[in-house]
């Protein structure tokens, strides 16, 4: 089931799930989604992120770990505005649209596991009124070793969807 935070929704609007459109993806993300995905010493990988990450698989304790960090990304913000809310929803319509191809693409292909996404905006480090997107991929069963938990009141702007959100693919 999917899950949007308060702070998501008050920025997004309801409804915000049923306005995504196929075109939403972004074009290069597009290319991550038909390579598919692969099963890999027990974790689910989308195959481009893995063959682009570099770093020790020993280094992480859980598959789940693992995971995150394989199947982690930045949103894209080519084309977005720099700031303010529009930045926000651009950023979100983005990863959420990747995120569903994506998760609709594991239904797709068979792969019997439970798969789960969180897409976010949040502020930089450096400077809290500017924002970035991010969008992960992880076994659902790793949910709670990696700290997935109800979204609530100061959880941010943030979605989680799960693979049987997105049985259907986002319409044309």
Not at 43 to 53: K, P, Q
Not at 81 to 102: D, I, N, Q, T, Y
Not at 164 to 172: E, V
Request: proline share 5%.
């Amino acid at each position: 089931m999917s899950v949007i935070s308060p702070d998501a929704e008050q920025a997004l609007g309801s409804g915000f799930l049923t306005r995504l459109r196929a075109d939403d993806v972004y074009l290069p993300m597009r290319s991550v989604v038909e390579e598919g995905w692969v099963s890999e010493g027990g974790a689910m990988l989308l195959v481009a992120f893995r063959d682009s990450y570099f770093g020790d698989r020993s280094a992480f304790s859980t598959v789940g770990e693992y995971e995150t960090a394989v199947n982690g990304r930045g949103i894209p913000e080519d084309g977005i505005p720099s700031s303010g809310r529009e930045k926000v929803r651009h950023l979100m319509r983005r990863g959420v649209a990747f995120a569903w191809a994506a998760l609709h693409a594991a239904n797709a292909s068979n792969q019997r596991v439970s798969l789960m996404s969180r897409i976010s905006v949040e502020p930089t480090l450096f400077d809290p009124e500017v924002v970035t997107g991010y969008v992960t991929f992880f076994t659902a069963e790793f949910a709670s070793v990696l700290g997935v938990r109800p979204l609530g009141e100061k959880d941010g702007i943030q979605i989680l969807l799960e693979s049987a959100d997105c049985l259907k693919p986002l319409p044309g």
